[in-house]
């Protein structure tokens, strides 16, 4: 469904059908004689003409969050302590969860000794080959004896780096009981409380859900027409893009089309496009319905009158154009869309006309009226009637 945005209006200096007030009679000729009519003074209303329309292509769709983190414990354990509480606001790199480091710590003490062990054969292997080195030199040795000891200096320097590589390990897994939020965000209701027994890796259930806030996607699916006359162009120039929710009536949003997918969808035909949002105060949640908009970089000159003044008849709309002898006249028009009561009138109507917005039950095609002025729409057209 399309909607217009109204930039820039300016009067064109044409009202609409009307009467005078109501104890004055007019008479108008309907069929056999004349007939005395009471006016009513609430009958005309001026168009409006949009120097600057945008249209807004309308989608209904569903909130998405940028980043969705399921927290997974890296190291078996049990939780010892927890750093914040459900529903919490985050940020990247603050403290979540604490497995047990007891355990952790004890095996980095024990690779570290043995890194200690490890380097005293070291040592003793070069010093036993260095000897070696010099009994060979006197013959005093055998060549297989040498390249024995040789052996033995290699295999003690390999252990040695087998041992610090332990270490890091041990290290590693020590700091993996620390449990940190790995983007910024709102956390989810507890999933593993204080005192479990946790399994590590994405097989074991999380520990809890953290979704980010601001900014937020919008994902919506737009048709081809939409797409060639509105997004083709993005990369050269920014589409403007807002966001209502179900309980605005309005769009308090303004973002901005992030991306659109490189092809349509082989069934439905229509292309997935995905929008951006400042959420910096939180109100906008993952799952929560939304009314878009994508707006339009072409403005065109349009014609706004009242919605009401518009009658369907089958399936052709028409208005009553008031004439220079102020004779009601049909005239069949072909609406666009529709903003604030107002709806663009894309033919039918040339600026300088005057139509019949208030009282059309009572006005047919050939009446004789007099125009009165009145306001156009919203508040005042509401205190007019």
Known sequence: MRSIDRKLIGTAGIVLAGCVAATLLYCVSIG????????????AVEVDVAKDISDWQSYSERLEAIDHADIHALVPGTISEIYFHDGQLVKKGDPLFLIDPRPYTAAVD???????AS???A???QADYERAQKLLADNAISKRDFDDR????????AAVK?????VEVAQVNLGYTGVTAPVSGRMSRAEQTLGNTVNAGNGSPKLRTLISVSPIYAYFDVDEQTYLLDLSRLGRESVPVRLGLASE???????KVASVDNAPGPCSGTIRVRAIFQNDDGVLVPGLYARIQVGSSRPHPAILIDEKSVVTDRARKFVLVVDSQNHAQYREVVGGPHYEGLTE????LKLGESIVVIGLQRVHPGDVVKPNLVPMTGEKLAQAQ
């Open 249 to 255: 009536t309005g769009y308090s949003r303004i973002g």
């Open 110 to 116: 024990q690779v570290k000794a043995e890194v200690a």
């Open 119 to 121: 380097k005293v054969r």
């Open 150 to 157: 040789r052996d033995q200096t290699l295999s003690a320097d």
């Open 123 to 125: 040592a003793f292997a």
């Open 162 to 166: 087998a041992a610090e590589a332990a």
């Open 345 to 348: 009138i894309r033919s039918g």
């Open 32 to 43: 056999h004689g004349d007939v005395a009519r009471a006016a009513d003074p609430r009958a």
